[in-house]
């Protein structure tokens, strides 16, 4: 072997893309079957445990004393002639469990002088666990299998540095000539033999290549890693860690011992994290940007090797996305800009505002519906250093969403803010259109997982109306997330009586005018107040049938009654005056505004 490595020259040349390619990446690794067909190993017999062979051999020892143990090492073939055990041969079971345990790779056995006949008993035992029972030759030494074993691990890692440095220079010649994720996740695939995908930072697909003999690209969203919307389960699958499983219907785990193979028909999949340019996150110490994830798929168990290789590719994917950021950062400003110049009625002339939304493929010489979405910031738990991310990939939710409905619809984010212009339609259908966008964006469109409300306006005809068609959008959104607890979805025509107290400008005025009528009821200084203001509402809803009400109460009628009694002390006769209950329809209303 070693004559072989010598003759192979690898580590002199350089290899290319082309001699990496289909390799597989962890052959640098060497394992209990490749030693077995080392020269040394030539009379050698495996006995037992040959689930076992694909066990990385990391070195070589010698085992002729009894108290070798702490000595032990994982990935280490033991080679013994059994002296530590030649009065008590049984022994040899327990002693495999025990290297079990310690993680080693196989033991070769050189039987005749100390122990006879290996025992059955050792060699089921070697069977169960999967550890490689060696039977070694009469002839040969311990000194040549040692030296052949470091020789080819020596020559198998100068292999893998040129491996390295191969796809190191193929994956900058990618970012330099201006390839994209799709360029990066091709190459990785090729490497590892099966798929490879990039994601964004909460799991979603952005692209996946998939080495077509080997498998299908439908067939990968549909293993156990990704969720049934086809997102990436980044909260359930840490990095750096190789795990296998098959369809969603099966058990994934994390691998309890290197190097053991996967089940007949189980594919293995490893992630690293993408990081970004690094900012300072506290004084002391620096912060990477979480950008995503990067994805490796393949027939067998990702080592080190393997990992190694993602974290380049991460890095390479790292320097695209950051690109894309760049350019995608100008233009979506460029657009931004120009969206909220027309909604501020800062561009007069309709021509140049249609040739403008024209130019950037946006239809805006049709009736056009204001829908604007924005992020609770009350409820937003996303950190500071992803504040960014998150803001993007909530505008590329929304534009992704709409784009399948009305491809020439304006979607422009600003801030934790996304602003649509889409066609109009009647109110019921277009709520119904905007219902379908805000569950595609917080389920499947890769919308952040954040809480958002919704405002839209009433159909705007004609440039000049846009400008009060996004005030529309933006009275419906803050009356809609006030009343739904900031994941609101409102149009401007459902407002009713909240369209005239929003024209009002002092709101003080409204406030000071319901505790005038309201008394006590107008705060939440008791539990019992908030009850007594659903009571109050449901009756004037009801126009006063007590029999209606305490059915939609689920009251008993005398227990209405009651309360009733109750609330004409707090507000006076509200049942005989009819002022009195428009003032309190209106000022029930009021305690809920913004």
């Not at 090729?190 to 692209?207: K, S």
């Not at 008394?519 to 539990?527: F, I």
Request: net charge negative; charged share 25%.
């Amino acid at each position: 072997m070693s004559k072989d490595a010598n003759d192979s020259g690898y580590g002199q040349q350089e290899l290319t893309f082309s001699e990496v390619e289909g390799q597989g990446f962890s052959a640098e690794s060497l394992t209990v079957a490749d030693v077995l067909r080392l020269p040394s190993m030539r009379e050698a017999r495996l006995i037992g445990g040959a689930t076992g062979l694909d066990r990385v051999v990391e070195l070589s020892n010698v085992m002729e004393a009894p108290d070798v143990l702490p000595w032990v090492k994982p990935g280490e073939l033991m080679l013994t002639t059994a002296y530590p055990i030649r009065d008590r041969p049984e022994d040899l079971e327990g002693l495999l469990e025990t290297f079990d345990r310690h993680g080693l790779a196989a033991i070769g056995l050189k039987p005749g002088r100390y122990l006879e006949q290996i025992p059955k008993g050792a060699v089921r035992t070697a069977d169960a666990l999967g550890l490689p029972l060696i039977h070694l030759g009469e002839d040969v030494g311990f000194d040549e299998i040692m030296q052949e074993v470091l020789t080819s691990n020596l020559d198998r890692r100068a292999r893998g540095i040129a491996r390295t440095e191969a796809s190191m220079r193929e994956l900058v010649d990618v970012v330099v000539g201006g390839g994209d994720l799709a360029d990066v996740c091709r190459m990785l695939a090729q490497w590892t033999g099966v798929a490879a995908a990039v994601t964004t930072l909460d799991g979603r697909v952005r692209c996946l290549h998939t080495a077509d003999a080997v498998i299908e690209s439908t067939e990968v969203p549909n293993l156990e890693c990704f969720d049934r919307s086809g997102r990436f389960r980044v909260e359930d699958e840490p990095a750096g860690i190789s795990r296998d499983g098959g369809p969603r219907d099966g058990n994934t785990g994390a691998h309890p011992a290197a190097g053991h193979r996967t089940a007949s028909g189980a594919l293995s999949w490893g992630s690293v994290v993408i990081e970004g340019g690094r900012r300072p996150a506290v004084e002391t110490q620096p912060a990477a940007q979480n950008l995503g994830r990067i994805v490796a798929f393949s027939t067998r168990t990702l080592r080190a090797g393997d990992f190694r290789l993602l974290e380049q590719a991460a890095a390479a994917a790292a320097l695209v996305i950051t690109r894309e950021q760049a350019i995608t950062a100008v233009e979506s400003k460029y657009r931004t800009d120009f969206v909220l110049e027309v909604l501020r009625g800062h561009i007069a002339s309709t021509d140049r505002v249609l040739s403008h939304a024209h130019s950037l493929g946006w239809d805006l010489d049709r009736p056009i519906s204001i829908a604007v979405a924005e992020v609770d910031s009350d409820a937003d738990s996303t950190d500071a250093s992803n504040k960014r991310t998150m803001q993007s990939l909530f505008a590329d939710a929304w534009t992704k969403v709409v784009s399948q409905f009305d491809p020439r619809a304006a979607v422009v984010g600003s801030g934790d803010q996304v602003i649509v212009l889409l066609a109009a339609e009647p109110r019921d259908r277009i709520v119904r259109r905007l219902e379908e966008f805000v569950s595609s964006v917080r389920g499947h469109g890769g919308g952040g997982r954040r809480q958002f409300s919704v405002g839209i306006s009433r159909p705007a005809e004609g440039v000049s109306r846009l400008a009060p068609a996004y005030q529309e959008a933006m009275r419906a959104l803050e009356v809609g997330r006030q009343l739904a607890r900031g994941q609101g979805l409102r149009h401007y025509d459902s407002l009713g009586v909240y369209r005239l107290l929003l024209q009002v400008g002092e709101q003080t005025e409204l406030r000071n005018f319901a505790e005038e009528v309201l008394g006590p009821l107008a705060t939440d200084a008791k539990e019992e107040y908030e009850g007594l203001r659903v009571t109050l509402q449901e009756l004037l809803d009801h126009n006063l049938n007590v029999a209606e009400t305490a059915r939609a109460l689920f009251f008993h009628y005398n227990t209405l009654r009651y309360r009733i009694g109750k609330l004409e002390q707090m507000v006076g006769p509200f049942t005989e005056d009819p002022d009195l209950r428009l003032s309190l329809a209106l000022a029930l209303q009021i305690v809920k505004l913004p």
